[in-house]
């Protein structure tokens, strides 16, 4: 067949909707990728095909009659949607029987519960077969009490999964439209953060994030590529491998059997790479955010800052021996400073013990900070800085360099690029494998 025939052909099939839906909806992201190379067409194709079956708002009326107002909700509080919505929506599958599980910074948990009452028709309904939280514990939320207060390393139970830096969990159900299952809502309430939750969760394939203007697939060549999730948590995850083997993921503990393996082939969990959502291994599709209320600053004297609070932190995938067998684990370090609202994860602690010295992450004295607070004539007038944090991790990095480096010629610059969440050159991109 001519060049000219073949052409012809992927034209009169990339131009008829119902044939290259039907072709499309059986590739995986990068095969999507790849078919919009083929010609103008098959592009075009690709990016209306794209554009439907990421619609988040078409995704998240299931759930909500007005998805425009609960994204609003995620933008003023940073809360994100994991676990298996996420892992739907960027697989483009269904799970009929799964709950939309949404996580929660501690201090607007009450806020979010009170919509979900008051906005969207949901009511509080723990289950009885396992512990549940109530709103006796949830602490209200001022500066002062965030750094007065004692800090404990709870696990919250999820299912019957003990889960690091979940705090409390709350139930909600509400009747469906068509008569069917009640629709169930899980909030989360985050101990640190809500991303600092889910590289917390048992495996990689649920660690897929969806926020108010983007999602975000942490392992997605391995994930949605090969199929295979790591497990980062080995007891007590029975019931969670046996339901994700039975939705077609392979697991394993670690990707290779011998220490002395380790860095003889590319591995799809890039141990020992700083990681963060924004980097080249993340899967990012951003969302419109027409009709979503943007972020507003977080005091009437601090900047507004435009992108969820979660692009700031970094991690690492390390390691580790687990009763004497090579496993792997996620490990970051907690960074919590008077000068920002939220707390994070940074993936070094030298990189984080710089910081303090240069004065960037100003440690809290329980004392000192509460008198400082009170001084203060309203509690919103606190001067937040969360949106230098990028800058300030960059600096840091360059002052350990020219430490490291000292006395050689120059000294390497690092990324001069600040986060943010805005939409890449290529719409729809996809990483290549490692």
């Not at 073949?6 to 499309?24: D, G, K, W």
């Not at 939750?197 to 975000?216: G, R």
């Amino acid at each position: 067949m001519s060049q000219q025939n073949q052409n012809h052909h992927a034209n009169q099939i990339f131009s008829r909707a119902p044939i290259y839906e039907t072709i499309l909806s059986e590739l995986s992201p990068r095969q999507l990728i790849r078919t919009s190379w083929a010609c103008q067409t098959a592009h075009d194709a690709v990016q209306a095909f794209i554009h439907h079956e990421y619609d988040v708002n078409r995704h998240l009326s299931r759930y909500f009659s007005d998805p425009l107002a609960f994204r609003s909700l995620q933008a003023r509080t940073g809360t994100l949607i994991s676990g298996s919505n996420a892992l739907q929506f960027l697989d483009r599958s269904l799970y009929p029987e799964a709950d939309l599980d949404v996580y929660t910074h501690s201090g607007h948990t009450l806020e979010v519960l009170d919509w979900l009452t008051e906005k969207a028709g949901y009511r509080f309904a723990p289950p009885e077969d396992r512990p549940t939280s109530s709103f006796h514990d949830i602490a209200g939320w001022s500066p002062a009490h965030r750094f007065t207060s004692q800090t404990s390393k709870p696990s919250g139970d999820y299912g019957g999964v003990k889960l690091r830096g979940l705090a409390h969990v709350f139930h909600y159900i509400k009747d469906s439209k068509d008569g069917g299952e009640p629709l169930r809502i899980q909030v989360m309430e985050s101990e640190v953060n809500p991303l600092g939750t889910v590289l917390f969760f048992h495996s990689t394939c649920v660690m897929n994030i969806i926020a108010f203007d983007c999602a975000y697939s942490l392992y997605p060549v391995a994930t949605y590529e090969e199929r295979k999730s790591l497990l980062t948590i080995d007891q007590g995850v029975v019931g969670p491998v046996e339901k994700y083997t039975e939705r077609g993921w392979e697991f394993c503990k670690t990707d290779v059997e011998d220490a002395k393996d380790i860095g003889s082939k590319p591995s799809l969990w890039y141990p020992g790479v700083e990681r963060s959502v924004q980097d080249r291994y993340t899967w990012r599709v951003p969302l419109d955010v027409t009709g979503v209320a943007q972020r507003s600053p977080p005091s009437v004297s601090s900047k507004a800052v435009p992108w969820d609070p979660m692009v700031s932190n970094t991690w690492k995938m390390i390691y580790v021996k687990f009763f004497g067998r090579l496993a792997m684990g996620v490990s970051c370090v907690m960074v919590k400073s008077i000068t920002f609202r939220y707390d994070y994860f940074l993936s070094d602690e030298t990189l984080v013990k710089a910081m303090v010295d240069s004065g960037y992450v100003v440690q809290p004295d329980r004392q000192s900070v509460a008198s400082r607070f009170v001084k203060l004539a309203r509690m919103d007038e606190w001067p937040w800085l969360d949106g230098e944090l990028p800058r300030y991790c960059k600096q840091a990095k360059e002052e350990l360099e020219r430490q490291k480096f000292i006395g050689s010629r120059g000294v390497r610059r690092l990324d001069e690029d600040v986060p943010r969440v805005s939409p890449l050159p290529n719409y729809f991109s996809f990483p290549e494998s490692p």
